[in-house]
C-alpha cells in the first residue's frame, strides 16, 4: 500500500512563503518520479512541480517559475515544495503524486498515487 500524506500547508500573506511536505510510504520512493499539483475551487487540477528519482529534473508550470522550487531527499523519502513570493492566485488545495514513469509529467492521468491533499490560503 503506497501513501502519501502532505503537510505545511496553511494561510499566507500575499509575498509570503511556505514550504509543503510529502512523506511517502510503501514503495521503493528512491526511483520514482514525484509531482506537485494544485486544484483551487471550480478549476482542474494543475501540474506545479515535479522532479525525478535522482533529481537531477526538475519542471515548473510557468506561473511558479523563479518562485517555487521542489527537491527531494530520497533517504527520508521526502519531496518538498518550497514556495516563495506567494500570491492570492497560487491558493488551492495543493496535493503530491507519484508516477512510475522515468519522466516529469505535467498530466495528473500519469500519476499512479495521490496524497489527501494540503491546504494553502493566500490573502491579498
Known amino acids: 500500500q503506497v501513501q502519501l500524506v502532505e503537510s505545511g500547508g496553511g494561510p499566507v500573506q500575499a509575498g509570503g512563503s511556505l514550504r509543503l511536505s510529502c512523506a511517502v510510504s510503501g514503495r521503493a520512493f528512491s526511483v520514482v518520479t514525484m509531482g506537485w499539483f494544485r486544484q483551487a475551487p471550480g478549476k482542474e487540477r494543475e501540474f506545479v512541480a515535479g522532479?525525478?528519482?535522482?533529481?537531477?529534473?526538475?519542471n515548473y508550470v510557468d506561473s511558479v517559475k523563479g518562485r517555487f522550487t521542489i527537491s527531494r531527499v530520497n533517504a527520508k523519502k521526502t519531496v518538498d515544495l518550497q514556495m516563495n513570493s506567494l500570491k492570492p492566485e497560487d491558493a488551492a488545495v495543493y496535493y503530491c503524486?507519484?508516477?512510475?514513469?522515468?519522466?516529469?509529467?505535467?498530466?495528473?492521468?500519469?500519476?499512479?498515487?495521490w496524497g489527501q491533499g494540503t491546504q494553502v490560503t493566500v490573502s491579498s
Open positions: 522532479i525525478s528519482w535522482n533529481g537531477g529534473s526538475a
Open positions: 503524486a507519484v508516477t512510475n514513469s522515468p519522466y516529469v509529467s505535467d498530466r495528473p492521468g500519469e500519476y499512479d498515487y
